[in-house]
């Protein structure tokens, strides 16, 4: 398999856990956050379901320059908005790796503000870091919100606790001598 075909097999993998977790996100609590420095849940899941659009931004360009970005927070208003977003964006991903060869990848990418190079490294290793490990962190972050909110948590790689039939629950006694 070439490098392309990994990572488009990856992101509509991690795609399928993103959509069963978006589509559990209450929209009507678009303003709840845990903390005073979090990002509300509404930026946050809206964040996630832009995330793969960063994967055709570094595959289309050789640099981003915040200084020069007119990029403006948006928020879901509803779960449909939400996966709509998350489904074009991995649409444009797939696409533009779709698009791309081998040298591609080795092409060099830079993010700067302004005169600040904040860093220049190969397009593979940003889309490694940039884009599908911030995606995954994101993620992450989203799951804590909904269990914080009480809504069960979708599995990702297989049942979360929230899925699993009580007979294979783990038993209270195991869970406590763990702690």
């Known amino acids: ?10 992101l509509q993998m991690e795609a399928i856990s993103t959509r069963k977790m978006l589509e559990r996100v209450p929209t009507d609590k678009n303003d ?6 979090s990002m509300n ?3 946050l899941s809206t964040h996630v379901a832009e995330l793969p659009g960063w994967i055709a931004m570094t595959m289309g360009t050789d640099e981003l ?8 927070p948006v928020m879901a208003k509803s779960t449909e908005e939400l996966v709509a977003k998350l489904d074009d964006n ?3 991903a797939v696409a533009a790796l ?21 860093f220049t490294l190969p397009k ?3 889309l490694r870091s940039m884009a599908y490990s911030h995606y995954y962190h994101h993620r992450g972050q989203l799951s804590v919100y909904l269990r914080l909110l009480e809504i069960p948590v979708p599995g990702m790689y297989g049942p979360s606790f929230d899925e699993m039939p009580a007979a294979v629950a783990v038993p209270d ?4 001598s763990a702690n």
């Open 90 to 92: 991995v649409n444009k």
């Open 98 to 118: 779709e698009n791309s060869n081998d040298e591609d990848f080795e092409k060099i990418w830079t993010l700067r503000n302004g005169d600040h190079v904040i």
């Open 32 to 37: 709840w956050k845990p903390h005073e420095k």
């Open 65 to 72: 320059d915040l200084s020069k970005m007119e990029y403006k």
């Open 124 to 126: 593979k290793v940003v």
């Open 1 to 10: 398999m070439s490098y392309k075909h990994g990572l488009i097999a990856e």
């Open 173 to 176: 006694e195991i869970v406590a």
């Open 41 to 43: 849940l509404g930026r």
